[in-house]
């Protein structure tokens, strides 16, 4: 089992920037891709970035490639997603995956980021 919390979330300006949290635990996360979705009102969960947990590969979508920057700390097992020039666009709830294939997939209860004008 891994429970995943995340935190960081809340009220920016367009154009600001948020870093979000998300502090792992309860087994290693080896082989373990580690993912951020968002999901805003109406909307589907829709991806937003992955970083390999062993490796270090990251992804984005297209919608954040240049603005967003998922980094890892091997240390305090925990993965962050640097969020700058945000766009009113990207206001949603973030929520922090880990995919461990055959190891089970889990989620983090969400934290809410809210971008105005």
């Known amino acids: 089992q891994v429970q995943l919390v995340e935190s960081g979330g809340g009220l920016v300006q367009a154009g600001g920037s948020l870093r979000l949290s998300c502090a792992a635990s309860?087994?290693?996360?080896?082989?373990?891709?580690m993912n951020w979705f968002r999901q805003a009102p109406g909307k589907e969960r829709e991806f937003v970035a992955s970083i390999g947990w062993t490796w270090g590969s990251t992804d984005y979508a297209g919608s954040v490639r240049g603005r967003f920057t998922i980094t890892k700390n091997d240390a305090e097992n925990t993965v962050y997603l640097q969020m700058n020039s945000l766009k009113l666009d990207d206001t949603a709830v973030y929520y922090c995956?880990?995919?461990?294939?055959?190891?089970?997939?889990?989620w983090g209860q969400g934290t809410q980021v809210t971008v105005s004008s």
């Open positions: 995956n880990a995919d461990g294939g055959r190891a089970g997939n889990y």
């Open positions: 309860g087994r290693t996360l080896t082989y373990f891709l």
